[in-house]
């Protein structure tokens, strides 16, 4: 059996783990391609009007896989943490495809729900029932695949805070690379925070990344910080967050700015996304408190390529005029 796992959303944070442990249960793991025009057009097609650009991106990437694979793998995470959640989207995501499954002609969708919630424990037990219900496999053969997909995972995660990032590690990811490289001195360490489906997606972002890079920027992502680092850093505000994803964001901005680790922060964030209008309050009071540049990109299926490259530019060149000023002063 083939099973089809769409090239966004969590694919960037659980791709290892997913891959190695659909793969275990002995399924043929196929991914859907880079997002490109035809997968976000079609994904803006069908989905709500208001939902944010990688969840429609999400619809694209199913289709996508029409007629490659037996089914779908588009799991229910409802928590990864003890007492926090994920957003909301990631809790209706198998509902938003079944209700369109039909009309599109998708495959059959595997659905596991992953809810840490109540007990760490939980996820371990959901998925070896999931092989076993699904499957037929034995208990142990279950537990045997649930631990061959952590060693990858915990491996892929050691390489993100040794300093690569998903793009160099995940497969067929290199299309957003840097065509040149700044001098090291005149580098400016630039934070990129936001959701991993968001900065690492090169369409959806317009090549963010490899733009910035060619402007001179040593990037800074939350990926490169232990998770355990992040959410420690992340308690430092007034009000307890409880989406999880949003505290490894606010965690990223409090570590950087508490070590004086970037010159300047960009925020990318999806239009019509709840939890990243709220945190972004947050950040901007950060960066603003530790006289850290900050500016927010607000990303959707419109988003212009002429607008995106001015102002990472004005940001850019503002960064180093900063950096000369200081080195002057100095
Ligand atoms: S956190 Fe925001 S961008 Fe991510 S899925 Fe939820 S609404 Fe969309």
């Not at 050691?158 to 995940?170: A, M, W």
């Not at 960009?266 to 540049?293: K, M, W």
């Not at 900050?294 to 390529?305: A, C, K, N, W």
Request: hydrophobic share 40%; charged share 25%.
């Amino acid at each position: 059996m083939r099973v089809g796992i769409p090239r966004s959303l969590l694919y960037y944070k659980y791709l290892p783990f997913w891959k190695t442990f659909l793969a275990e249960l002995g399924l043929e793991v196929e991914t859907s391609p880079l997002t490109n025009k035809k997968i976000l057009s079609w994904g803006v097609e069908v989905a709500e009007n208001e939902l944010c650009v990688p969840v429609k991106a999400f619809y694209g990437h199913c289709m996508a896989l029409r007629g490659r694979v037996d089914a779908l793998f588009v799991p229910r995470v409802v928590s990864v943490e003890e007492r926090e959640y994920t957003c909301p989207k990631f809790l209706g995501l198998p509902d938003m495809v079944a209700a369109v499954a039909d009309q599109l002609e998708l495959p059959p969708l595997l659905t596991p729900k992953l809810n840490q919630r109540e007990k760490p424990s939980e996820f371990k037990w959901q998925l070896i029932n999931f092989a076993r219900d699904q499957f037929g496999l034995s208990r142990w053969d279950a537990i045997a695949a649930l631990e061959a997909a952590r060693v990858a995972q915990k491996r892929y995660q050691e390489e993100l805070v040794r300093g690569r990032k998903p793009l160099d590690l995940l497969p067929a990811s290199r299309l957003n690379r840097p065509r040149w490289k700044t001098p090291k001195s005149e580098r400016k360490r630039i934070g990129l925070l936001g959701h991993p489906y968001n900065i690492y997606d090169g369409y959806i972002t317009q090549n963010l990344i490899a733009r910035l890079e060619e402007m001179g920027a040593e990037l800074v992502v939350p990926e490169m910080t232990d998770h355990h680092v992040l959410m420690e850093a992340a308690t430092d505000v007034p009000k307890q967050l409880y989406w999880t994803y949003e505290k490894e964001i606010m965690g990223a901005v409090n570590h950087w700015t508490r070590q004086k680790m970037v010159d300047g922060v960009i925020y990318v964030l999806a239009f019509a996304c709840g939890p990243d209008s709220l945190v972004q309050v947050l950040i901007e009071h950060r960066a603003r408190t530790h006289n850290v540049p900050l500016m927010s990109l607000t990303i959707d299926e419109h988003s212009g390529e002429a607008g995106l490259v001015t102002r990472i530019e004005a940001f850019t060149d503002m960064l180093m005029r900063k950096k000369r000023t200081a080195e002057a002063v100095a």
